[in-house]
């Protein structure tokens, strides 16, 4: 079965040290993947998707197949990236595609 | 363009009793999706609706149904409210397969 994994729930760095916030998938085809933020009080949102192969807000992430994983990636983490992170993969399923979402991730970064 | 919107942002709501919630996604975007989060569960995807047809639906109750308009706005309602159904309600309209987030219902049920 398709599904999503965030092995932590809470992630604390400091300010300026490297942020990593892993997800692992489970599908059968190819896989597309996605990171959504979601600020304090604010709707979630879109941070990167994987065929985009861009960077926001300093983050990136790459899809390793071999290891079924997506792991996101911040050299130097900035207190405004406190949130949360959902990593997301696309379901087609014999239909047109919806989100399966992982339990997401808690990130503080302490100044 | 104005992002998705809801309403209405915050519902109480006894047992027994139904709700409708209503969602008008980005102009242009003909696709919409809903999703329950809870605490436990997390984001759970409840149904999708295209040019007023629903083509894809997650593992919920037949208590939860949908549907959408010919100008793309879509209700969700869920009738015989249970105490479990408390959550946020979001929905998202979409575009080549990426899906842009209300800031959703939360719905309370006592």
């Known amino acids: 079965a398709q599904r999503v994994t965030q092995p932590e729930k809470l992630l604390s760095v400091f300010k300026g040290a490297p942020v990593e916030l892993k997800c692992n998938y489970s599908?059968?085809?190819?896989?597309?993947l996605f990171w959504y933020v979601q600020y304090s009080r604010q709707r979630l949102q879109l941070l990167l998707r994987h065929i985009s192969r861009e960077s926001i807000k300093g983050f990136t992430a790459d899809l390793n197949k071999g290891e079924t994983s997506f792991h996101l990636k911040k050299p130097f983490a900035q207190e405004e990236d406190s949130a949360m992170y959902y990593c997301?993969?696309?379901?087609?399923?014999?239909?047109?595609?919806?989100?399966?979402f992982g339990k997401g991730t808690k990130l503080s970064v302490k100044p | 363009k104005a992002g998705v919107t809801q309403t209405p942002r915050y519902l109480i709501k006894t047992r027994g009793q139904q709700v409708t919630l209503s969602c008008s996604p980005i102009?242009?975007?003909?696709?919409v999706s809903w999703y329950q989060q809870t605490p436990g569960q997390g984001l759970q995807f409840l149904f999708e609706?295209?040019?007023?047809?629903?083509?894809n639906k997650g593992n919920f109750p037949g208590r939860f149904s949908g549907r959408q308009f010919s100008n793309s706005r879509s209700e969700m309602n869920v009738s015989t409210l249970e105490l479990g159904d408390s959550a946020l309600y979001l929905c998202?309209?979409?575009?080549?397969?990426?899906?842009?987030f209300g800031p959703g219902t939360r719905l309370t049920v006592l």
């Open positions: 609706y295209f040019s007023e047809t629903q083509r």
């Open positions: 998202a309209s979409k575009v080549s397969d990426t899906q842009y």
């Open positions: 102009s242009g975007h003909r696709s």
């Open positions: 997301a993969l696309l379901n087609y399923g014999g239909s047109q595609g919806n989100l399966i």
């Open positions: 599908y059968s085809g190819s896989p597309e």
